[in-house]
């Protein structure tokens, strides 16, 4: 049984026009959420919200989502779970050291790939402290945007969670000036400490993007705390948003996965390396799988995410599905040891069904089985030749249903005639509307902790 977090039902909505996107940043992180509810759905039993979204939606989101359960929690234990959750971010400091983030939040940020580092904006007149986001090339800062983005939502999930008190976050500052130490020190005094050293301070700047980055740190680690409470007491899994999932494993240390999801996480990638593959062994265009697994084989086979998640909820009651969640609901009775043996032959057999295909088929002959590609408007198409009609036949079997159904999944999404216009079938609901794309804070590395006439970096 799993737990979904609010986080992640928003980005849903999003993505499903429910609810506006007015920042076209939040897409991939979106997708990314969508991937998490449709693995969900197809191999958890059953699927549970908090009900404490924000009262006037809060009627729209348990429609939308009638396939998910409310779990039911006493007041008290409510009560008990967020103070403990408020109470342990409280104790999380956003940590920096020589203006960067340091200890646990450096764990975090390098989770996500980024390089932030604390510095006087030195290409305004009135200097003002901000966090940039250190990037070496164009590649990286596609990555940040989305990132940064996603990042910024959990500073607006806090205003949509009535009955809720957020513990202030802590700065616990190292060596930011002069090596000397502040301990236990709040964002506010800290701006005002740092900028009574500089005269040229103004506060801070680019929308307070420090502000947000302190704020939000503290909302990941007491949202994140918060399903595990709740998901410990009833005995659910939490499903998290990627933000707090990267928070849970790095900062943390704690595991966001059990060991069922790990086994589906590994399986999507054995997948997607498998028709990948196929695809660079022949003599054509190589395949670029941009998408998640679920959601790329389910809009092959529908026309919007809306389609795609009523499909997703029939085929949950298919038995290659329903199979695969009674094995991982077996697993549940091993012991540790066991069941990351039992695991671990899922996925070697996973492995092995996958590699049958690129044996069998995805051979480079002149007069054999083979794939042709063409490029058009709507993306690459996959042909097949006459050879290919037999794919399923011969194909090792394997006691796992869960190999069973990734072994099938990946030859069915190399047997689709279409495989491209994935990312715009994804956001066809998308509303238009202001929704646009908003500038945010980077720092090329070659200016890292540069200064010149009129500012300097934080040392």
Known sequence: ?????????????????????RNLLNIDHDIACFEKLIH??????????????IEYYRNRRKSTFSFIKTAQISDEDYRLASEEAASFAADQPFEMADGEPAGEALRFFEQLLLRPQLRWDIFVSSEYLTLTYLVGGFDEKNLVGPTIAAYGNEATDFGRMPNTQRAETVILDRSLVHRRSYQGETLSTFIKRIGHDNPNSKGVGHKDTLAKAVFAYGWIAERSRFYENIGRSLGLTPILSPLRDAYALSALRMQPWTLEDKLIYSANEISVRTITSAAQLTDCT????RQPFFSSWLMTKTDDPRAALGLALELRNQPEFSQARDQLANLAHLSFLEKKAEIANIIRSISDNNKSILDKYAVNTTNGPSLSFSIGLSGPSVGLSAGLGQLFRG???????????????AADLLAVERLGGIH??????LKAGKAGYPSFSTTPVFM??????YGRPIE
Request: charged share 30%.
């Open 40 to 53: 969900t759905i197809l191999f958890y039993d059953e699927i549970y919200l908090v009900d404490d979204y």
């Open 395 to 409: 194909l090792k079997s394997s006691r796992h249903p869960i190999a069973r159904t990734y072994r099938s999944l």
């Open 424 to 429: 715009e079938k994804l956001t066809c609901l």
């Open 286 to 289: 190589a395949l670029e799988f």
């Open 1 to 21: 049984m799993a737990l979904v977090d609010n986080s992640t039902l928003s980005a849903v909505e999003r993505l499903l026009a429910i609810s506006e996107t």
């Open 448 to 453: 890292r902790k540069k200064e010149n006439e």
